[in-house]
């Protein structure tokens, strides 16, 4: 068979490049700033590592451990040393996320954990905006992302000038933010929201303004599946989630028809007719949380791959169809960057204090809403209702 590189076990993303020789993973082939010698599977690393790999046994096989356990160790000495902790979303690969990742979950859980720590340095599991979340919330702490690429077609999609045109267009109107912005648009709104509360706080900022219409962006699909679940009058921006954004009604029936009795669990940035096909739509937590409240017998999550991957391993009695798309910007982020960027203390995101103030005052006027988590569980049965688009 010979030399080969693989960075996919059984279809799946494993996170890391590894070179296997006749079936038997060699050397792990490393990034340029990992020198060789310094991360080598020694009887001090198999110690401290062993214990962790039933956490991950259903997706490294175990020949492949001894090139994953040393940089494992490696990074969480470091975060010891450094009194820093690591951040990491849902859709970090199941590496990531069970082998050193401190706090794990949505964007609001990890938004609200990053007010709670008392660590030193804040290393980003996610994306940028994400990041810059962190950064809004701990202006004295070091927030560090691995991949200064790891970015988001929803963030690009819109600026905070953007925001001020159409603040001078609607005057009077609330504007929405998703989370899945930078900060220089945050700055700009009048508060966020993120998937699980959205309804919320819509609802809220519409009664504490004493008005029926609200500008809720960038998410169009979003925007308009919370429009389904109230009284407001939503008006939305135009863009989209590319992982999201792909699935389609016809994928949802072709899946229930190939596997009979499937629970089908989407994510309100699906377009609104995945939603109305879904047994189940809420945010990443709320299809977590449903998963191990509900134990189906097999479920498919409509969201990113590694969700998947990471709600599998909390509920081995499940049965998980995957028919998910990647993230690109989200795969940006591996054991090896992480590494890197926490040992050189490099890739530090920062954000002007005027920005951040206005900023802080948004996210923080968000996770003040106290909501019912059920509000934030999207009904597929409600009709769809016209949303305007700018
Ligand atoms: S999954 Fe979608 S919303 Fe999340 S980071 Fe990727 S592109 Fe952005």
Redesign the pocket.
């Known amino acids: 068979m010979g030399k080969e590189l693989v960075n996919w076990e059984n279809g799946r993303w494993i996170g890391q490049t590894l070179e296997v020789e006749n079936g038997v993973c060699a050397v792990p082939s490393r990034d340029p700033a990992v020198p060789d010698g310094v991360l080598e599977y020694t009887d001090e690393v198999k110690a401290a590592t062993d214990h962790l790999y039933d956490q991950v046994s259903d997706f490294i096989p175990k020949f492949e451990w001894p090139a994953f356990a040393p940089i494992v160790h490696a990074i969480n000495k470091l975060k010891k040393e450094k009194n820093a902790v690591i951040l990491a979303h849902n859709?970090m690969t199941p590496d990531i996320f069970s082998l050193i990742g401190d706090y794990t979950g949505d964007s609001l859980g990890l938004a609200i954990e990053a007010t709670k720590t008392d660590a030193d340095i804040i290393v980003q599991g996610?994306?940028h905006?994400m990041a810059e979340t962190s950064k809004i919330l701990c202006p004295d702490k070091r927030v560090l992302i691995p991949s200064m690429r790891a970015?988001?077609?929803?963030?690009s999609s819109i600026t905070g000038e953007d925001i001020k045109l159409i603040k001078q267009r609607y005057p009077g109107i609330p504007v929405v933010t998703y989370v899945?912005t930078s900060a220089d648009v945050k700055a700009e709104s009048d508060i966020c929201c993120t998937s699980s509360n959205a309804v919320a706080i819509v609802e809220s900022i519409c009664a504490d303004w004493g008005v029926d219409k609200v500008i809720m962006l960038p998410?169009e699909f979003l925007a308009k599946n919370v429009a389904k679940q109230t009284g407001i009058e939503v008006i939305a921006w135009h863009g989209r989630?590319?992982?999201?954004a792909r699935f389609s009604a016809q994928d949802v029936r072709d899946m229930r028809e190939a596997n009979p009795g499937v629970v089908v669990l989407a994510h309100p940035?699906c377009p609104p007719e995945v939603v109305a096909e879904s047994d189940f739509t809420g945010s990443t937590k709320a299809m977590s949380d449903y998963v191990g409240d509900h134990k189906p017998k097999n479920v498919i999550l409509l969201?990113?791959c590694s969700m998947s991957d990471n709600v599998a391993m909390a509920n081995p009695d499940v049965d998980f169809v995957r028919p998910c798309n990647l993230?690109?910007?989200?795969k940006r982020i591996t054991l090896e960057n992480i590494y890197t960027c926490l040992r050189d203390e490099v890739h530090e995101v920062l954000v002007p204090e005027d920005m951040r103030e206005k900023a802080f005052k948004a996210v923080m006027d968000m996770i003040n809403v106290k909501f019912d988590p059920v509000k934030g569980h999207f009904d597929p049965t409600l009709p769809e209702k016209d949303v305007k688009v700018i």
């Open positions: 859709y996610g994306v905006f970015g988001c077609s929803l963030a899945n998410d989630c590319e992982v999201h940035e969201t990113e993230c690109p910007h989200m």
